[in-house]
């Protein structure tokens, strides 16, 4: 099997933008992929599957096209007693039903369009985030959609999901959150109607067993949340639609500077009116680390999005609302502490060296303390991430940091995944894809996650591009429903 890859990377040409061009552009093949092959050797201890959602338009758009637009496609990686199996498959939502069924793209972007527009429909795709939960895994997209379903093994879509959700929007966070201790799924909906926000919680079972609206001051575009093990970190960012484009039917968004960070703490099945408000320097979050209780004291660790400056200091709202829109981020590791007693806060940079995004950690300790995350060092261009970093989150440093090529590696977001029988939180490894744009390699590859710095202990080559995307995680055998299945051959 040849090392490297000759694919077409411009399957719809020039004319729909960067987003559909090189490591962006789409594949067309759903593949099964055993005995490939293998520099180092894949550890017999790390069992489980890594997913990664992602945008892969099936069809030409209809004009631009934004990322957030694309037909979510899930890449996986199966380990399974030092064996590993590639699979990648759509996620087969009703929206791409009908495209299938016309041949042809029937939906608007991003860009053109505002959600549940009725002259200009948006399609939902699915593509953004995936997360496990209640034996399979859950994949979502960015501007709140229906929840769907996925097959963590085999990559079927076993059914949209809207028995999770409710209220005015009927959607579900890009980014919801799993207690792997309880069982159960926290999210948030946003929309452009008062309240504007809704917050609920999914059982074990798959039951929406909790559901309250959350007013805010507007319309607001927020991205992410926070749990630990008694509350839920709802965020009000100083981000909405432009009114006038709005009413117009365009999706176009304002930073404004004089508004506040908010974060809003509830207890877990807290009441609307029992959320507790907190004011910090105004920016955006697109993605949380991990959050946890300390007293009376709730700390979050976040990528805090650095707002663009104008010469003299001030906030360039203009700019900072097209970076967040495109997703050129410029972020920090950043800390944030609440008193849920005396209402005192405190924010802090932890590490103001590295632009790093898209967290993974040991998402057993979700809503519990965790020192170590796996981050992206973050280029300025979109999704563009040139190698991965382990941070640590008490003290801000950096534990160790690989890069295959910074000038040409596209990385995907790195998940922890633990040994068979941890030891300690950072006892396992560090997954994810990695595709060379120079020499046209695309690998798996795995790190010990102790040592990041020494660089990969295996590298798995793919015969197919994986294109740049967005959300990944880990799914250990326990969090599987059918991980008992499988046999040695497989």
Known sequence: MSSTIVDNQAPFGEKHGPFVMGAYAPVAEELVLTDLPVEGSIPTDLNGVYLRNGPNPMFAPKGSYHIFDGDGMIHAGLFHNGRFTYRNKYVQTADLEKKKAAGEDLFWSVTTSVKDSSDKPMADAANTDIIGFAGNAVATWYLAGIPHIIDPISLDTIKAAPEYVSGLGKGMSAHCKVDEVTGELLYFDYYTQKPHMSYGVVSPEGQLIHHVPVELPGDRLMH??????????????????????????????????????????????????????????????????????????????????????????????????????????????????????????????????????????????????????????????????????????????????????????????????????????????????????????????????????????????????????????????NQIATWHQLDNSF
């Open 224 to 477: 992410d949340m926070a749990i630990t093990e008694h509350y839920s970190i709802l965020h009000d960012v100083p981000l909405y639609h432009d009114t006038e484009a709005l009413k117009a039917g365009r999706h176009k968004i304002i930073f404004n500077s004089q508004l506040p960070m908010r974060f809003g703490v509830i207890p877990r099945m807290g009441s609307e009116d029992s959320v507790q408000w907190f004011n910090f320097s105004p920016c955006f979050i697109y993605h949380v680390v991990n959050a946890w209780e300390e007293g009376d004291e709730i700390v979050m660790v976040a990528c805090r999005y650095m707002p663009a400056k104008h010469d003299d200091g001030s906030i360039d709202e203009q700019r900072t609302a097209k970076m967040i829109a495109t997703l050129a981020m410029d972020a920090r590791l950043w800390r944030y502490r609440m008193n849920v007693k005396t209402g005192e806060t405190h924010e802090e940079c932890l590490n103001d060296e590295h632009n790093v995004e898209f967290p993974g950690y040991n998402s057993a300790m979700t809503g519990r303390k965790t020192q170590w995350a796996y981050l992206v060092d973050h280029h300025p261009n979109t999704l563009r991430w040139t190698g991965i970093r382990k941070m640590n989150t008490d003290t801000g440093e950096s534990c160790g940091a690989w890069s295959d090529d910074h000038d040409h590696c596209w990385y995907s977001e790195p998940w922890f995944a633990p040994a068979d029988n941890a030891q300690s939180e950072d006892h396992g490894y560090v997954v994810t894809f990695c595709w060379n744009d120079k020499t046209c390699i695309q690998q798996l590859q795995i790190f010990d996650a102790q040592n990041v710095g020494q660089g990969p202990i295996a590298r798995i080559t793919l015969p197919q591009r994986i294109p740049a995307g967005f959300h990944a995680c880990w799914m250990k055998p």
